[in-house]
């Protein structure tokens, strides 16, 4: 019998591939995604961010009007300084628009009556206590010395005042040279026109005014507000005050055209 040999390299069993390792998951990472998919995702505040917008608006618009009313506030202060400043011109320039006088070069060519005119009105439109007033009848007795007085002040002594009746418009200043004094009506008079400084013009020793000659009596009211609103000038003059002798006299009135804005 024949003996069967045992080949322990054929019968020795063959060893498994070793098997690879997989990649251990990341257990944090999971729960932490799995955790935010449970947190309730965050909502915008609509109401707050709206609140915040208002209240930068409101603040916003705040520093508009402070701004608006300090601009308001300065403009008005210096409309207030110029009309300051203006306010001693109007001591000529009311009676000459009050009697509408008549444009000239120099104030020895003027119409006498006019200037006579003007220096009774200048005494009239002054602070007079009628307890020292004279009075005739139903006339005002106004001392020629008053009108002399009143006519330096307009025009110097370049040219001395020659006394005269004056006509006016509705009215009558009669002179009455024995008496030395002008006899007034006592009966309303109404000046033609009152006037507006436009502007103001240094020339030298000179002040160059425009003046715009405003209606009397033609405001008209605002039906909303109730204010009333003067008229546009009818017509401009160009009225030279100088400087001579300490005061200021006028010298010329010229006519001028509408003054352009600035």
């Known amino acids: 019998m024949e003996e069967t040999k045992y080949n322990a390299a054929e019968t020795k069993p063959e060893t498994a591939a070793p098997e690879e390792e997989l990649p251990e998951e990341d257990e944090t990472e999971e729960d932490e995604d799995f955790e935010a998919l449970l947190k309730p995702k965050r909502k915008h505040n609509i109401p707050g961010i709206i609140v915040g917008l208002l209240t930068v608006g409101l603040a916003v618009y705040g520093l508009f009007c402070l701004i608006s009313l300090g601009l308001n506030a300065y403009l008005e202060n210096r409309e207030q300084k110029r009309l300051s400043a203006y306010e001693g011109y109007y001591t000529f320039l009311i009676p000459a628009a009050a009697i509408d006088i008549e444009p000239y070069e120099d104030v020895t060519v ?128 160009r009225v030279t005050l100088r400087n001579a002798a300490g005061g200021w006299y006028m010298s010329s009135v010229r006519s001028s055209g509408i003054p352009e804005v600035a």
Request: negative net charge; proline residues 7%; glycine residues 8%.
């Open 110 to 237: 003027a119409n006498m009556s006019e200037l006579v005119e003007m220096s009774v009105w200048s005494v009239l439109s002054s602070e007079l206590d009628p307890a020292q007033m004279e009075y005739e009848g139903d006339e005002l007795i106004l001392p020629q010395a008053k009108v002399e007085t009143a006519y330096r002040s307009f025009f110097g002594g370049e040219r001395a005042i020659v006394h005269t009746t004056v006509q006016g418009y509705g009215y009558e200043f009669v002179y009455d040279e024995a008496a030395a004094c002008y006899r007034i009506p006592l009966t309303t008079i109404t000046p033609i026109y009152t006037p507006v400084i436009t502007s103001a013009e240094a020339v030298g020793n000179s002040v160059v005014l425009t003046v715009g000659l405003r209606s009397v009596g033609m405001y008209e009211q605002d039906p909303k507000t109730g204010e009333l609103t003067p008229p546009e000038p009818d017509k401009y003059l």
